[in-house]
């Protein structure tokens, strides 16, 4: 059963004539006159006698009114629900961020969002990066906020990515190594790194992979504060983020720089909740910085 025709059929009750109800719907009166056939025929029984140029409700045609009437009013009331859920801002957003995102770089993005958006109740999940896109491909959680797959589409066609942060890693030792200064040098010492699943452990490899260079970490985790402790106490030098460089000796082995790159992921398939969409705006203020 169609809107439009039950639309028509309660204008043309209300108001006794065709010509009239299709005025004021701005159609054709033929239009409406095809509009009332439609739903009669639908229904099977007459809604309407025609007496000349009056048109009176059948008995079918009164039983009809009031629950056409409520049936329009319970549309109306849903377009009304739904438009002010777009434009409000509440209910829960789940997310998923890595510990060191979390630790460097979120806080006060969060702190804006919660202060702007009191009534979104916020799931945070800390995950690894790697763990934290599968989420999101699974359907989990909203969107993660974590190192982005270096592959970039090519891995990953099912999820959208937008960088926010870029962040310079270093290389660095407990104390200083003047004599390192190539990648061939710093390949035959003790080092730590994330596991070569992670897309941080990936990214280090691959540089040192490009000058024919293999690493043998003496030990491996994905926490990065655990990596810079154990460089902190002599166990072998690492790639950590800037952000955490500022304790240990920053190592300039003659290379390139390296840098990952972080930000949201979202399925390209999940529409996107009113208070995700706005956790992403307040996002997007502290891009780069």
Known sequence: MHLDELDSFVHVARLGSFSAAAEQLHISQPAMSKRIQSLETRLGVTLFDRLGKRVGLTP????????????????????????????????????????????????????AFTNAYPDVELNIQFEDSEVAH???????????????????????????????????LCFVNAKP?????????LASLPCILPGPNTFTGR????????????????????????????????????VLPR?????????????????????????????????ANAFLQVLAKYQSA
């Open 203 to 238: 990214i280090v490899t691959q540089r040192f992979a490009l000058e024919g260079l293999a690493l043998k970490p003496a030990l491996s985790t994905n926490y990065l504060e655990t990596i810079s402790m154990l460089v902190s106490v002599g166990v072998g030098w690492s």
């Open 60 to 111: 079918a045609g009164e039983l009809l009114l009031g629950k056409a009437t409520a049936m329009l009013d319970l549309s109306k009331d849903m377009e009304r629900d739904i438009g002010n859920l777009a434009q409000s801002v509440s209910g829960s957003l789940s997310m998923a961020t890595s510990h060191h995102i979390g630790l460097h770089r979120l806080a006060p993005v969060l702190k």
């Open 134 to 168: 599968n989420m999101v491909r699974s359907g989990d959680i909203e969107l993660a906020v974590v190192t982005l797959n270096p592959a970039g589409e090519s891995e990953q066609p099912d999820l959208a990515t937008q960088a926010v942060w870029h962040d310079p």
């Open 243 to 275: 952000t955490m460089a500022a304790e240990l000796h920053q190592l300039s082995p003659d290379c390139a720089p390296i840098t990952r790159t972080l930000g949201w992921v979202t399925h390209t398939k999940r529409t996107l909740s009113s208070s």
């Open 177 to 185: 190594l003047p004599e390192a200064k190539t990648l061939d040098h």
